[in-house]
């Protein structure tokens, strides 16, 4: 027959194992719906973000989205605010840039490393694709056809900042 300390001691052992399996058990469904990122350039005022995946993208969020290959940033994510959704008009007077008549800004003519930059789509944006951008001088966003309209399954989730 065990001892009253042995039961104890077994006691605190299950207990212990069943807190870290809850705790791995909601841990496990945090990551399932949440992803923390982080901006890499000084183009958002915030540089720290949680996302949520399962959140519905709508103008005006800031969303993080896997962008298509470019010559400047690899196997990085990038955070931007959504100016136009599908059905939107998005027009270029030389290279500044409006949504449905409202200016977003001007697409550089040169990378900061001297390199053209091609101007991005214009029209009416397709269905489940967006237009992107950040209001710094040097985001690369929708304005540049490198990146371009972002469809929504290159969309990871909703950003929110912490930071």
Known sequence: MATKAARRRRFLILLALGLAYAAYQA???FHARYVFTVNHTASLSHWAFIVDRRATPERGDLIYFAP?????YADT???KIIAGVAGDEVR???RTYFVNDVEIGAAKPRSQ???PLEPGPVGVIPANTYFVFTPHKDSYDS???QI???GRDRIIGVARPVL
Do not use: T
């Open 27 to 29: 841990l496990s469904a």
């Open 68 to 72: 298509p290959d470019n010559p400047y």
């Open 77 to 79: 994510g990038f955070v």
């Open 92 to 94: 270029r007077e030389e």
């Open 113 to 115: 490393k001297g390199d």
């Open 143 to 145: 304005r540049y056809k």
């Open 148 to 150: 371009g309209w972002i």
